[in-house]
Structures are given as C-alpha cells and as structure tokens.
C-alpha cells in the first residue's frame, strides 16, 4: 500500500511541494500504523508495525526512517557524539530535521549534488572548513560513491579535531575491496558494485585499512541480532566502523 500511496502522490504532485509538507502526509498516514508493539526511536511514535519495503527495508511511516538511521541515532546518543560542530554528509531527512533542531550544536549538513535537505554544498574531497574543525562527522553510504576515496579520508582527517569521531557506513562484502576504474557506464556500475553510482564495494578489513593508512584510529562495532531489533526495527547483523583521530 505504501509504495503505491507514494508512487501515486509523486505523479500528481511536484517533488519540491511533497518534500515541504513531507510531515503532513506522514502524519496523516502514519494513523493506520499506530500501536504498541514498536517504537521509532528518532520520533519516538510508537507502532503497531514498520513499513516493510520490497528491499527487506523498514520505514517508519511518521519520520520515514530507515533501519540504519535508527541504529545510528542511538549509537550516536550512546556516545554522546552529539555536540559541538557536527559535520553530517548527504543527510536522511528525519536526521536532518532531528539535528536541525538541537540548539546546543553547530550542525552542517551537506549534499554535494543537490538530492538531500542541506545547508551546505562540501565536496568530501576538498571541505572548504579550517583544520580540526569538527567534533563529529558522519559519513554514511558516501565513500562508494567517491573515486578518490583516499583524498577524501584525508580530508576527513584533516578537519576533524583531536579525539573527534568519524561515524562511517557502506555496503560491505567479504574478501578484498573490490574496485575497476574501467567500470564507468551506471549500468556496469549496478552490475559490479550494486548501485549505478557506486564506484567500489568495500571489505570491513579494507576499509579499515585505508583508514588507517590515512592517520585513523578504528574501531568496529558489528550488530547481531537482540531484542532491540524486534522492538525499533533494526536490521542485524550491521556494522559501522568509527574512525578516531
């Protein structure tokens, strides 16, 4: 039901006008999904159920939030990383608009290529900020899609403060990184890494390594299933890597 409420709205309406009264349609949807056997923890509705998407996904039909953002809002608040400037990449809309309105932070939210809510346009390979800028960082689904990933790491890197936090995500395989500069076209690209505009599949290990190499201490949390997944909707196992300079 949910993927034809929204197909239908999206051929009627404007794109600019569903995203600012995103909320409203969500709200007045969200009705049908209320109880108590869930909680999204990023708008605190509580549920009866998750919207189940056709990639295994769960959307909470209020804040539109993936698994992976829920998780990474608690472990976020489990680290009292919220504070300070906070440098978030490429934001989801329900982080973006969570954070936008914390009033003990400086938030900068950037999208680079205009697909997200952002007040900023950084282009991860060169971040027009000054040297240990940043207190946190969240870099999640980003470096798959960026050709010189190293250059980006080292800007990381570099306008991080001492002791600041990288939150960092990407789909994961096991082995080596695999990566082909030669692989160009979107449709070579879905092929080989997954997505059209994905430029390399990543290892844990690998890139644990290349974050390191580039001055990275790093640390890895890997997710298994508890009972916490049942009740916010997590999906396990999922790992996130936390990059300390």
Same mark, same amino acid.
């Given at each position: 039901?949910?993927?034809?409420?929204?197909? @239908?709205?999206?051929?009627?309406? /404007?794109? *600019?006008?569903?995203?600012?009264?995103?909320?409203?349609?969500?709200?007045?949807?969200?009705?049908?999904?209320?109880?108590? &056997?869930?909680? !999204?923890? $990023?708008?605190?509705?509580?549920? *009866?159920?998750?919207?189940?998407?056709?990639?295994?996904?769960?959307? !909470? /039909?209020? !804040?539109?939030?993936?698994? =992976? &953002? =829920? =998780?990474?809002?608690?472990?976020?608040?489990?680290? #009292?990383?919220?504070?300070?400037?906070?440098?978030?990449?490429? /934001?989801? *809309?329900?982080?973006?608009?969570?954070?936008?309105?914390?009033?003990?932070? &400086?938030?900068?939210?950037? %999208?680079?290529?205009?697909?997200?809510?952002? #007040?900023?346009?950084? #282009?991860?390979? &060169? $971040?027009?900020?000054?040297?240990?800028?940043? %207190?946190?960082?969240? !870099?999640?689904?980003?470096?798959?899609?960026?050709?010189?990933?190293?250059?980006?790491?080292?800007?990381?890197?570099?306008?991080?403060?001492?002791? +600041?936090?990288?939150?960092?995500?990407? /789909?994961?395989?096991? @082995?080596?990184?695999?990566e082909n500069d030669s692989i160009t076209t979107p449709e070579e690209r879905l092929k080989h890494f997954?997505?059209?505009?994905?430029? *390399?599949?990543?290892?844990?290990? @690998?890139?644990? #390594? =290349?974050?390191?190499?580039? +001055?990275?201490?790093?640390?890895?949390?890997?997710?298994?299933?508890?009972? %916490?997944?049942?009740?916010?909707?997590?999906?396990?196992?999922?790992?996130?890597?936390?990059?300390?300079?």
């Amino acid at each position: 039901m949910y993927n034809s409420i929204k197909k @239908g709205l999206k051929s009627v309406i /404007p794109k *600019r006008f569903l995203i600012k009264n995103e909320m409203l349609f969500r709200n007045i949807f969200g009705v049908f999904y209320k109880g108590n &056997n869930h909680e !999204c923890n $990023i708008c605190k509705k509580k549920l *009866r159920s998750f919207i189940a998407l056709e990639n295994q996904d769960l959307l !909470c /039909p209020f !804040c539109g939030s993936l698994s =992976r &953002n =829920r =998780r990474l809002w608690q472990l976020l608040q489990e680290n #009292d990383a919220i504070k300070g400037n906070l440098l978030h990449f490429s /934001p989801s *809309r329900n982080l973006y608009r969570t954070l936008k309105k914390k009033k003990n932070i &400086n938030y900068f939210s950037s %999208d680079f290529e205009n697909e997200f809510l952002a #007040d900023y346009k950084f #282009d991860i390979t &060169n $971040i027009e900020q000054k040297d240990a800028t940043f %207190d946190t960082i969240i !870099c999640y689904h980003i470096l798959e899609h960026i050709t010189d990933d190293q250059k980006a790491m080292k800007e990381l890197y570099r306008v991080l403060k001492p002791n +600041g936090k990288v939150y960092i995500q990407t /789909p994961f395989k096991t @082995g080596d990184i695999y990566e082909n500069d030669s692989i160009t076209t979107p449709e070579e690209r879905l092929k080989h890494f997954g997505q059209e505009d994905h430029v *390399r599949v990543y290892s844990i290990e @690998g890139l644990k #390594d =290349r974050l390191e190499s580039n +001055g990275f201490n790093v640390k890895q949390i890997t997710y298994s299933q508890n009972e %916490d997944d049942l009740k916010y909707g997590f999906l396990s196992p999922e790992t996130v890597l936390i990059a300390n300079k």
